[in-house]
Nanobody
């Protein structure tokens, strides 16, 4: 089993910055992809960013140039740096982990990000 615990959400003003963290624990050996989805009220969950343990990363077009994803495998932690935040970034952000060669996702409990003045 894998447990994921997110932190770092909160209220940020438009144009501001925030860093989300997601720490993994449990049976996490082996190659994996970690990343973030988000879900705004009344909208479907969407993939925001993902990073493999090789360091290869991918970002949604809507956040490119503003968000950065990184991971520290020594700490079993993935980060999402949010810069130039927009009201449209308001959502619950969910961390996930998926092992290579599998289709099963482990999920965190979600952390709320609200962008408002």
């Amino acid at each position: 089993q894998v447990q994921l615990v997110e932190s770092g959400g909160g209220l940020v003003q438009p144009g501001g910055s925030l860093r989300l963290s997601c720490a993994a624990s449990g049976s996490i050996s082996g190659s994996s992809i970690m990343g973030w989805y988000r879900q705004a009220p009344g909208k479907q969950r969407e993939l925001v960013a993902a990073v493999a343990d090789s360091g290869s990363a991918d970002l949604a077009d809507s956040v490119k140039g503003r968000f950065t994803i990184s991971r520290d495998d020594a700490k079993n932690t993935v980060y999402l740096q949010i810069n130039s935040a927009k009201p449209d970034d308001t959502a619950v952000y969910y961390c996930y982990l998926r092992r290579w060669g599998t289709t099963f996702y482990y999920w965190g409990q979600g952390t709320q990000v609200t962008v408002s003045s």
